[in-house]
C-alpha cells in the first residue's frame, strides 16, 4: 500500500512564500505522474500542479508563474515551490501520485495566506 506524507504548510503573508514536500512509500512499483491539488473551504478539489516521472509539468492557471513543482525520482518526492502567495491560495493542499494504475493521496497540509 503507497503511503503519501505531506509536509510544509502553514500561515503565512500574502506575497510570501512555502515549499511543500511529499514523500512516497511502500510501492513496489515505480512512481508515476505526482501532483498537488487544493482545496478552498466551499469549493471543489482541484489541480494545482502535476509532475510526470520524466519531468514534464502542467499548472493550474491560477498559479502559472508563481508555483513551481518538481520532484526527486531517487526519493520518491515531489515538491511544491509557492511564490508570491495570495489569499485566494489558502486550502488544504493534496498529494497524489499514480503508480501503475491505482491513484493515491495523502492527507493534506493546511496553507493559510494572511492578507
Known amino acids: 500500500q503507497v503511503q503519501l506524507v505531506e509536509s510544509g504548510g502553514g500561515l503565512v503573508q500574502a506575497g510570501g512564500s512555502l515549499r511543500l514536500s511529499c514523500a512516497a512509500s511502500?510501492?513496489?512499483?515505480?512512481?508515476?505522474?505526482m501532483a498537488w491539488y487544493r482545496q478552498a473551504p466551499g469549493k471543489q478539489r482541484e489541480l494545482v500542479a502535476r509532475?510526470?516521472?520524466?519531468?514534464?509539468?502542467n499548472y493550474g492557471d491560477s498559479v502559472k508563474g508563481r508555483f513551481t513543482i518538481s520532484r526527486d525520482n531517487a526519493k520518491n518526492t515531489v515538491y511544491l515551490q509557492m511564490n508570491s502567495l495570495k489569499p485566494e491560495d489558502t486550502g488544504v493542499y493534496y498529494c497524489?501520485?499514480?503508480?501503475?494504475?491505482?491513484?493515491?493521496w495523502g492527507q493534506g497540509t493546511q496553507v493559510t495566506v494572511s492578507s
Open positions: 511502500g510501492s513496489s512499483f515505480s512512481i508515476g505522474a
Open positions: 509532475i510526470s516521472r520524466g519531468g514534464s509539468t
Open positions: 497524489n501520485c499514480l503508480v501503475v494504475f491505482n491513484s493515491y
